[in-house]
T-cell receptor, first 112, second 114 residues
């Protein structure tokens, strides 16, 4: 399928578990982003990547790890999930600069 | 540092009435400005953007926005609200000199009353 996809769409996990959220885009966009969306906070950038093997921290990176070995994939890992990481996570891709970002459908993560 | 404020976390309008969603930004360098819309249980999609040139920009679904440097605003308008416009709207800014990051505002939830 063309576009940007995220998996899983819904995930329930326990405190302390490792969780990986997947993101895949088919446009060969150089930039990819991970955001979390929480009520009252809007969208906050967790990590972003300008190209394969280049990643950088956003506003709220603590507790998260990313990698980008291939242009099309940008997984986000919660190394030891905490309840404060309960959120909706959005992946996005784009060409940077004045170009728009294209968002995936989101992953709703609940940490119990 | 860049920032975005959106006045009013929730706006209600009657069907057929004017929609006005406010956005103010701060940026030390010329910005790129965006409005995104999020429908329930979906990701964000671009409504319109300002990069350079004409300060009045038109987007999808009859929306438009005007970049006003004098009061650092980028308000979103639509002459006549439709029920399908009910959604969350986000204003966003990125700096032309550091376009890696886009800063999103907190969002405004638009309700349309029949």
């Amino acid at each position: 399928d063309a576009g940007i996809t995220q998996s899983p769409r819904y995930k329930i996990t326990e405190t302390g578990r490792q969780v990986t959220l997947m993101c895949h885009q088919t446009w060969s966009h150089s930039y990819m982003f991970w955001y979390r969306q929480d009520l009252g906070h809007g969208l906050r950038l967790i990590y972003y990547s300008a190209a394969a093997d280049i990643t950088d921290k956003g506003e709220v990176p603590d507790g998260y790890v990313v990698s980008r070995s291939k242009t099309e994939n940008f997984p986000l890992t919660l190394e030891s999930a905490t309840r404060s990481q309960t959120s909706v996570y959005f992946c996005a891709s784009g060409r940077g600069g004045p170009y728009e970002q294209y968002f995936g459908p989101g992953t709703r993560l609940t940490v119990t | 540092a860049q920032s975005v404020t959106q006045l009013g976390s929730h706006v209600s309008v009657s069907e057929g009435a004017l929609v006005l969603l406010r956005c103010n930004y701060s940026s030390s360098v010329p910005p790129y400005l965006f409005w995104y819309v999020q429908y329930p249980n979906q990701g964000l999609q671009l409504l319109l953007k300002y990069t350079t040139g004409a300060t009045l920009v038109k987007g999808i679904n009859g929306f438009e926005a005007e970049f006003k440097k004098s009061d650092t605003s980028f308000h979103l308008t639509k002459p006549s609200a439709h029920m399908s416009d009910a959604a969350e709207y986000f204003c966003a800014v990125s700096a032309q000199t550091s376009y890696d990051k886009v800063i999103f505002g907190p969002g405004t939830s638009l309700s349309v009353i029949p």
